[in-house]
């Protein structure tokens, strides 16, 4: 730079102009050279600024980085406890499956020793086929003996807006693993006529419609209405029966109204529950 600055000088002042028109073309050159400057300066801070922003989300990354490998590791402890817990679970299962049909084949085969008068040999269950038939009927007794039931309720006050889903976040009972807490949906695990119940409360001053839908239609409203209410709640329950197939959705949605806070307290804990009636 400074090279070019000579040779234009020694040009401009061989060319044998004035003095004061070799200052302006000298100023005019040096304006120049201050601008491609400042443009060199103003480049450079935000090459340094860029370079600042990539080290933080570099940053940022490892750590989102070092978040997920956590979060990973938890949830593969989660899996290995519950696959413990269901190991142990079908183990449990199986051992009182068995003795429940030994026991029985035993006293069965006591009674035909007792009743038999005529000196014929009676079948030993156990060697028989009818053992088999026994713990058939033994096994689909115990499985039966819990039958498919859900509970839940939300802990703390929440704003339902539009046609938003009632998300009933904690759990207390789920026999068969239908319930979603995230996302407040039931998917029915087995095909039956069930019973289907929720409680719903308005907060003071307002009102809502609650609906129960299943598998897409909406099959019961309730109305929850404490918009006269100064100090007290209104709190609404709604019952319906329904015959649903597995894989069937089960949801509470807010319908309409005014306001949009879904109440919970220590007076007043809306649940949403359902049990299977029959098959």
């Known amino acids: 730079m400074l090279c070019l600055f000579l040779l234009i000088s020694g040009i401009v002042f061989a060319n044998g102009s004035s003095v004061e028109e070799r200052l302006k073309i000298l100023e005019i050159i040096v304006a120049k050279q201050q601008v491609e400057m400042d443009v060199f300066k103003q480049a450079n801070i935000e090459l340094k600024q860029a370079n ?22 938890k949830m593969e402890l989660d899996v290995s ?30 009674s035909n020793e007792l009743g038999t008068s005529d000196g014929h040999d009676k079948p030993n269950l156990q060697n028989d086929q009818n053992g088999e038939a026994i713990a058939s009927f033994f096994k689909k007794e115990l499985l039966q003996s819990e039958r498919i039931a859900f509970h839940v309720f939300f802990s703390s006050s929440k704003c339902f807006n539009g046609h938003e889903i009632i998300e009933y976040d904690t759990e207390v009972l789920d026999i068969g693993n239908g319930y979603n807490e995230h996302d407040g949906i039931y998917i029915v695990p087995e095909s039956g006529i069930y019973v289907f119940t929720w409680t719903f409360a308005a907060d003071y001053a307002e009102y809502i419609v609650t609906g129960i839908v299943v598998n897409g239609a909406t099959q019961g409203w309730t109305v929850s209405d404490a918009s006269d209410r100064r100090l007290l709640l209104s709190p609404s329950s709604g019952l319906v029966l329904a015959r649903v197939n597995a894989g069937d959705h089960v949801f509470i949605r807010r319908v309409a109204g005014r306001g949009c806070t879904a109440y919970s307290g220590q007076s007043i804990q809306p649940t949403f529950s359902g049990w299977q009636l029959s098959p």
Do not use: P
Not at 52 to 73: A, C, F, G, I
Not at 89 to 110: P, R
């Open 52 to 73: 600042l922003q990539l080290k933080h989300d570099n940053t940022e990354l490892k750590h989102d980085n070092m978040e997920l490998k956590s979060r990973v590791k």
């Open 81 to 110: 406890n519950l696959k413990k817990v269901v190991i142990n679970n079908n183990f449990n299962y199986e051992s009182g499956i068995n003795t429940a049909m030994h026991e029985t084949v035993d006293s069965l085969n006591k």
